[in-house]
């Protein structure tokens, strides 16, 4: 395919993008997709639990660590990134979510959940969907039940589908 394709599911903290992306991780599998997930944490976040032997590393002063086994990898350095960055750590993925990036030109769903917040955030103009519990809509957006992720993860479906018929 290319280079893969980088959509942003965004919304307010705790608004319910993990579990969205969670459960279309299965449905985008199984249609054949290989994605990627690169979180966004605004928060100093701890790579690895105190008490393990690379968190005991980096505790201690390394620059950087390493752990993998014969079928997965992780590396921790301490140095700026982008998501750029990240993204191009990703070459074998059809399509890359980036858990939150709700101010960013990316494409994006918007998850809106009521009991957190009421209204979306992001550019409208960034927006292919809103996912939500509420009675909302903007001009021109689908809006998604929440409790329903196969409903989000077929309109990414449709959405690389475009993308890919448009740069063939």
Known sequence: MGKPLVIAVSGVKNSGKTTLIEAMLP??????????????????????????????????????TAIFDGEKFKVVKRQPVTEAFL??????ADLILLEGFKYTPWPKLEVVRGEISRAPVSDPATLLALVTDLELSLPGIPTLPLREPKAAANLLLDYIQKERTRHA
């Open 27 to 64: 449905l985008l599998a199984e249609a054949g997709l290989r994605v990627a997930v690169i979180k966004h944490d605004g928060h100093c976040f701890d790579p690895d639990p105190p008490g393990t032997d690379t968190g005991r590393f980096m505790a201690a002063g390394a620059a950087g």
């Open 87 to 92: 993204i191009a750590q990703f070459p074998e």
